[in-house]
């Protein structure tokens, strides 16, 4: 099976590193490899992974599904239930390239797809049916197929990750050969969960993707509450519950994407007692709904969808965060070094506060499939039994 | 005779084997230039040499240092001054979490902002009392679990106008030193059991004598700075936790 590999400890934090054009033009691979890299020392060369909006331009309309398989035998069995749940317009393998330093690396491969519904069903299921077929399909791939993990999912992007530094999983993924108007890249130094190619950062469901340092230490609540709504967490690491609570919070949940944060990384009574009677409510309303979603534990993250990238700090702020501005980019990393070897010469650099999301949206209209949240949901979905069919429904094996 | 070299291609431990061997040879002045990133910049270094750093220096800058005097012309990243014994580090910018981190002698002049965690478990010993001023705002928990030394907050070259002066738990656990601010805080965001006091005479005089020599560094008018009122922050108790873990 996986090869999970222990080294001896160094002390050390993870890196992050995310980039942004807010008018959604195309920045190349090797800027976010150079940023990364600023932030070497920051891992011990166990994960790495990078996340790319925009790369898929003439598929923009099929769900993405970057697949990685221990062998031909996993990597079949996915084949097989895609064939049968899904139309796939497209599937090749991953191109990669050789790198001598990378031992037993998994199979990767790509299917563009959209859910198989037929007939009828093509008229009646909406976007947000699409998406949650979506994700019961990642779901059901990465509990049920040994040796298969969806990595990600999402329309127009990608994330490539796996156990080495990050010049060799860029290297090895051909990270330089893409361009994509949203970057997110993460530099590993794993503490309480095993260096494998599934632990890696970035994190995704559908267009999500998030990088992380820091440790979420309720880990154990926030998967069980994620189980009520059907996410199952087979990745063995921390950070793969935060993806699961941005979907189910802000894209099923509907909650503006401030609030959603704020649902994570709630502000303190202390605060909440000082608040306008109407925000106080809203508050504490957060916070006993949900309860299940709070992260506890120190956490820096950066998260990213196909319209916009977010930085959030744990409330106390136990892990570094610094961001900048110069002209349409937004930069957002653990160090400063790493934005300014990037952009020599930001206008503004600045370290947001704790439990402050800092979010930067593109503009309107500039890229296919836009989503923005930071207005939240009002409409309300529609039940009908003909909806209900929408739903995914395991393959049944004979 | 200085020692002038560009950083930007060389990796951190080159820079630093670079400078101690400098030093080493009798080197009394250092320049770098194309700094970014570089982790633990003149560390552990015991001699009064003068430097100058043009960039952005990375985590843990100057620490464990005794004498050198370090000039930045930048921002300085987490941890600059951890556990500096002597000597000073100038900073032309913004300072990022947990400056002068368990700091025990020696002076930290920062012109701009600092993060979270500032001056977090300061110590002094005798005619040792490390010194941290900031120009501008503190994020929370500045001066945590401080044991002694003297943080000066200013509050006035900042580029959060619209954040207090300093965040949450200020002093939480202190049970040694002092800390100035400038003008007012919110009692209650300051740590358990702590108050602010006025200024006594003596007070007033070691703030002055502190703050002639951090307005010398950046070219500020002493009397501007002096034009506002301060208030004290000091421990309610050697022991604040005493209780907690007594019987």
Redesign the interface.
């Known amino acids: 099976m996986w090869l999970l590999k222990e080294k001896t400890k160094e002390i050390s934090g993870c890196g992050i590193s995310g980039i942004i054009n807010v008018r959604g033009e195309l920045i190349p691979g090797q800027t976010i490899i150079s940023s990364i890299c ?2 070497n ?1 920051r891992g011990n060369g166990l994960g790495a992974g990078y996340a790319a909006y925009g790369i898929y331009p003439e598929l923009k309309d099929f769900y993405a599904l970057h697949v990685m398989a221990i062998d031909k035998t996993a990597l079949e069995r996915v084949d097989e239930i895609l064939a049968h749940k899904t139309f796939i317009t497209y599937q090749e393998p991953i191109p990669t390239r050789k790198v001598k330093t990378l031992k037993d690396t998994p199979l990767f491969k790509r299917y563009f797809v959209k859910p198989k519904f037929i007939e009828d069903l093509q008229r009646y299921c909406g976007e947000d049916d699409e998406d949650n077929y979506i994700v019961s399909l990642v779901m059901y791939i990465n509990e049920k197929v040994d040796g298969a993990y969806v990595i990600s999912s999402g329309k127009n992007m990608g994330v490539f990750k796996g156990v080495g530094f990050p010049s060799e999983i860029a290297e090895f993924f051909r990270i330089d050969e893409y361009k994509a108007f949203i970057w997110t890249a993460h530099n590993r130094f794993p503490t309480n969960t095993p260096g494998w190619w599934g632990g890696a950062h970035p994190f995704t469901i559908l267009d999500w993707s998030i990088v992380h340092n820091g440790e979420i230490s309720s880990y154990g609540t926030n998967r069980r509450y994620l189980e009520l709504f059907g996410y199952k967490c087979t990745l063995l690491t921390d950070t793969e519950v935060v993806a699961y609570l941005l979907d189910l919070l802000i894209r099923r949940h509907g909650l503006p994407l401030q609030l959603a944060c704020k649902a994570l990384a709630p502000p ?1 009574w ?2 909440i007692d000082e608040m306008e009677e109407e925000e106080k409510e809203l508050y504490r309303a957060i916070r006993v709904v949900y309860g299940g979603a709070v992260l506890n534990g120190p956490f820096a993250i950066l998260f990213a969808y196909n319209g916009g990238l977010v930085g959030l700090n744990d409330r ?2 136990l892990r ?1 965060l ?1 961001c900048a501005k110069r002209g349409n980019f937004y930069y957002m990393a653990s ?4 934005i ?2 990037i952009c020599q010469d930001p206008e ?4 947001p ?2 439990g402050e999301p800092v979010i930067v949206e593109l503009e309107e209209g500039v890229i296919p499939n836009q989503r923005s949240y930071l207005r939240g949901r009002k409409r309300e979905v529609e039940e009908d039994e003909l909806r209900a069919e929408c739903q995914f429904i395991p393959l049944q094996r004979s | 005779m200085s020692l002038e070299l560009n950083a930007s291609s060389y990796h951190y431990s080159e820079v630093n084997r670079i400078i101690r061997q400098a030093i080493f040879s009798g080197e009394k002045e250092i320049i770098l230039t194309g700094v970014n990133g570089h982790r633990y910049l003149f560390a552990g270094v015991t001699s009064e040499i003068k430097a100058k750093i043009y960039g952005t220096p990375g985590l843990d800058l100057g620490c464990f240092m005794r004498g050198p005097k370090i000039e930045v012309f930048g921002n300085v990243q987490d941890g600059a001054g951890n556990t500096m014994d002597e000597g000073k580090i100038v900073v032309h910018g913004l300072g990022g979490d947990v400056i002068g981190y368990a700091m025990r002698g020696g002076k930290i002049h920062i012109y701009g902002d600092v993060g979270y965690r500032v001056g977090i478990h300061m110590k002094a010993y005798q005619d040792k009392v490390p010194v941290i001023i900031i120009g501008g705002k503190a994020g929370d928990f500045l001066g945590e679990y401080m044991a002694g030394g003297i943080i000066i907050l200013l509050g006035m070259n900042t580029i959060y106008p619209e954040r207090d002066i300093a965040g949450l738990f200020l002093g939480t656990g202190m049970h040694g030193g002092k800390i100035y601010i400038r003008g007012q805080i919110k009692e209650k965001y300051l740590g358990l059991g702590l108050k602010p006091y006025p200024l006594e005479k003596e007070d007033e005089k070691e703030i002055e004598t502190l703050l002639q020599d951090y307005c010398a560094d950046f070219q500020m008018d002493l009397n501007e700075v002096l034009k506002e009122d301060f208030i004290k922050i000091v421990p309610y108790t050697h022991r604040p936790y005493g209780k907690i873990y007594a019987y």
């Open positions: 600023c932030q020392e303190f202390m605060e106390v702020k570094p610094v160090e400063e070094a790493a300014r070897v503004k650099v600045w370290a506060k704790a």
